[in-house]
């Protein structure tokens, strides 16, 4: 290699020095390699930087640090008091309360300075923040019934958001495709927290759409793949891990959501099985996420052969489901590095962090053992202990999340304590539909009953309801007569795993358990569940769910049995 030389790949500097792979002085807010050579430089992030502003200005020493200087405050204008109010709630509320424990960087920084100079974020954020504050009053709307004002604002500044979006539409650049995937982020989390999942659902396959077409352009002029790369701090990949947290969540409830195509090319790349290390708790969500993206994918493909009756290469799916293991068991030792070096004796947010990292990690670990036998559900019954385990780790957030050092913290006053990310749902809701054991499932539906906040798109009412009813007609009166479920308590039940009960049969049990979801409150959610009988023949139960507004729960619809 000649001197001077490096192959090292270029992930720092300016979007123009990147793309020519060459080192960028990382001056700013123009890099002066290429106005030198007069190249047009496009700036280090969405906003930062560019070709505008005079070449030859001072420069602050603190500019050598790229965050400090992409997101230096900067005043966000308002043209009302209003307007001012609900961004007053946004700042101080909203983006403190809605990322969760796993909090992005994209929350803390990149939506501020997005906003102070792009139309379209700032008015996205104003309908956001209106549309928090007014959620925990929310009721059902009659129809042809006026807006509040709340109400009003919100769908005023929506309206405004989209009007400023067209210009980046027509664009197309990367640029304009960041503002757009921001923006569309935005619009999800807003939907979800009115309760409009159907909208929701339809911004978040837009935004995945538009994900994957970016990503495909980055990979082929930049040469990597940004989401293969979980330590690259950059507005691109912040913005693709919130979306790959959001896909994920609505996976997990089995919504059909666009399939991304980086997710097949991690499921098809050769990614480090062993030595693996974690430098944060961050670091470690972003490996499970793939994770869990990978297993989700892996099963969905496998599902979706079997429908169409495609002769299946089985050998090719369990060297898949053997990676995946693998892997797995790679993060969970890493993972107990990370925990050695990092846990502290006080309780914070970092222990809620490795609780809930934990958490999904056993969830995972099931998954991907039996996602390639759908029509096994005695297969779940090797899994008890890490269906314990499961409810220890859920029992052990609740204590954690209520303690005293972090109650005010994490539960501000005045609003609810809905968040976009994952929490405890996803996990009890698995406990309670896949656990067999009437005494382990039975308290996670009691779990659940006890939980009315929202994560994302599962509102804890309706997840509540339907897991309530799936165990009420797997079990039927099978359990009759049985005191096992009354004498086995859930505290202490490590020691009660040798209570005597019956086998579920596998007759009685759902492979295959779907949620339909509604545009909003005033819609049915049906719940589609199928068995296969000791005849083999396949029984389809359906039940539609409606929302009984004064006691503030889902209930089955009359006539439903």
Known sequence: ??????????????????????????????????????????????????????????????????????????????????????????????????????????????????????????????????????????????????????????????????????????????????????????????????????????????????????????????????????????????????FIRLDVQTKLMGQNSHSLNMIHEDCNSEIPIHNLTFQSVHEARQHLDRLLGQILYLSHEYRSQVGYQVKINLQRFLIRQRRIEAKLGSWYQAYKNLKAVLAAEKISTTTIAFTILYLYYLMAGIMVDTCLRPADQLRYDIHTTSFLLMMEQLKLLRYLTSS??????????????????????????CVAIKCRVSWIRHDAVGFLKNLAHNEGIWNGPLIASIADEVVRIEEGSFYEGSSAVEQASFYGASNKLDVLQPTLPESHRMHDVKIELPEDYAGTVTLKCTRVLEDHSQEVITREFVYNESARRWVVKDGDT
């Open 1 to 242: 290699m000649a001197p001077g030389t490096s192959k090292t790949k270029v992930k720092t500097g300016c979007r123009t020095c990147k793309i020519r792979k060459v080192k960028c002085d990382e001056s700013f807010p123009s890099c002066k390699r290429c106005l030198s050579t007069g190249r047009i430089c496009e700036g280090y992030g969405i906003w930062g930087g560019g070709t505008r502003s005079n070449p030859t200005s001072s420069i602050s020493p603190h500019t050598k640090s790229l965050e400090k200087v992409i997101f230096a405050p900067t005043p966000i204008k308002t043209a009302t008091k209003e307007e001012s109010r609900y961004l007053e709630w946004f700042t101080h509320r909203s983006a403190f309360k809605l990322p969760g424990i796993f909090r992005l960087e994209l929350w803390d920084k990149l939506v501020f300075q997005a906003a102070s100079t792009e139309p379209a974020v700032r008015h996205a954020i104003l309908a956001l923040g209106s549309a928090h504050k007014r959620e925990g009053r929310a009721n059902i709307s009659a129809p042809g019934s006026a807006l509040d004002k709340e109400e009003h604002f919100t769908l005023q500044h929506y309206s405004k958001a989209i009007t400023h979006l067209q210009p980046h539409f027509s664009a197309r650049d990367n640029s304009s495709i960041r503002v757009g995937l921001l923006t569309c982020l935005i619009f999800v989390i807003m939907e979800l927290i009115r309760g409009h999942w159907k909208t929701a659902i339809a911004h978040l396959q837009s935004g995945l759409k538009l994900l994957d077409e970016f990503q495909a352009r980055s990979s082929e002029v930049d040469g990597y793949s940004l989401f293969l790369e979980p330590c690259h701090a950059s507005v691109d990949s912040w913005i693709i891990q919130a």
């Open 404 to 429: 005293a050092p972090l109650d005010k913290e994490l539960h501000l006053p005045n609003m609810t304590n809905t968040i976009s990310d994952l929490g405890a749902f996803p996990a009890l809701f």
